[in-house]
């Protein structure tokens, strides 16, 4: 085994460079080695030897006049860069450290998607070597060339179900709680006020669970952590808020659309309220069964939670103190579809 290699482990994928065209020629040509020995000394397959050497051969004109064909390491060279034009030209990111560094930290600790990341380096004014886009960041990712970050670490892949052509409305949930019936206001996301429900499941047997609200207009996020999945500890909740809240509940909270889960099904107590008596606080609409997208704000923004609470993760374990902190990270995470401003900046 010749000296540029010290391992015996066989290298894949690795391309040949000049120095070892260099020695195929010295072997090949003034030594008459076979193209099995050379590749055992290069620790290649022999079928990468015949192919180079096919690649590098040339007629040469011997001191007896004779025509014999030899392989010369210039013409293999000369060849293999001409080849390389065909693949493009190597990716700028791959060469700035700093910039892959920057990505990846905001990608894996910060929960960070491309396209935030590149909108932030934009509004800071931060300078790198390489300008790329989002799609470029995502391909790269997806190439695994680059970043040591896999799907894993990025958002979760989506699964597209076929939607139910005939919506049916739930035999257990009055026809008027529909969400037929629910404000055209809340439908065209023109005024605030209007949120979406659902509960965050930590492990299937008993114990805490996460109350998620999301507003429709600005994206807003309310966790509030429960002790089951129990509907009084949903309406102990919503009492919860509204005391916190006063008199601006009633103008923060005009309706919420949950789904058709029995913990949503008392909706009169929901509705009622705590502190003004015989008065509703807001009022309680339900989406259509085995309509998620109905409520497609609250499901993406759990999904959003899900990055720091995997499903499975026992939600009795977490604290109040980092539900406020993901509930504060949601709040102020830049959004492409306000132009990468914050819930709370839009609100």
């Known amino acids: 085994m010749c000296q540029i290699h010290c391992t015996t482990e066989k290298k894949e994928y690795k391309h040949i460079n000049y120095v070892e065209r260099r020695q195929i020629e010295r072997w090949y040509n003034n030594e008459k080695k076979s193209k099995q020995e050379i590749a055992g000394l290069l620790n290649k397959s022999e079928r990468t030897i ?6 590098g051969l040339r007629r040469h004109l011997t001191e007896e006049w004779e025509d014999i064909y030899v392989y010369d390491a210039d013409v293999a060279e000369e060849k293999y860069q001409y080849n390389l034009k065909a693949k493009g030209p190597e990716l700028k990111i791959g060469n700035d450290y700093q910039l892959v560094e920057y990505l990846e930290n905001g990608i894996k600790k910060e929960r960070k998607s491309p396209e935030i990341l590149i909108a932030e380096i934009d ?57 037929e019936y629910r404000p055209k206001e809340a439908n065209t996301r023109e005024i605030y006020g209007h949120w979406e429900g659902d509960l965050l499941i930590g492990k299937a047997t008993k114990g805490a669970v996460l109350l998620t609200l999301t507003e429709r207009k600005t994206r807003e996020e309310i966790i509030v952590k429960l002790p089951d999945k129990k509907s009084v500890s949903v309406s102990r909740a919503l009492d919860k808020l509204e005391r916190k809240y006063k008199d601006t509940f009633y103008i923060k909270f005009k309706t919420i659309t949950f789904d058709n889960g029995p913990e949503f099904r008392t909706y009169k107590d929901l509705e009622k309220s705590c502190i003004r008596k015989k008065k509703k606080r807001l009022e309680v609409y339900y989406a259509h069964p085995y309509c998620s997208g109905e409520r497609g704000s609250n499901e993406n923004n759990n999904r959003l939670i899900r990055r720091f609470i995997p499903k499975g993760t026992s939600i009795t374990n977490v604290s109040e103190e980092f539900i406020q902190w993901i509930e504060d990270w949601m709040n102020n995470l830049p959004r492409p579809m306000f132009k990468y401003k914050t819930s709370l900046e839009v609100t």
């Open 123 to 179: 509004r800071k004014g931060l300078k790198f070597k390489a300008t790329i886009c989002a799609k470029t960041v995502r391909n790269t990712i997806k190439l695994g060339t680059v970043f040591e970050i896999t799907a894993k670490d990025m958002i979760y892949k989506k699964e597209y179900k076929q939607k139910n052509k005939e919506k049916i409305v739930c035999d257990k949930v009055p026809a008027e709680k529909s969400i």
């Open 50 to 55: 015949r192919r180079e050497i096919q690649r």
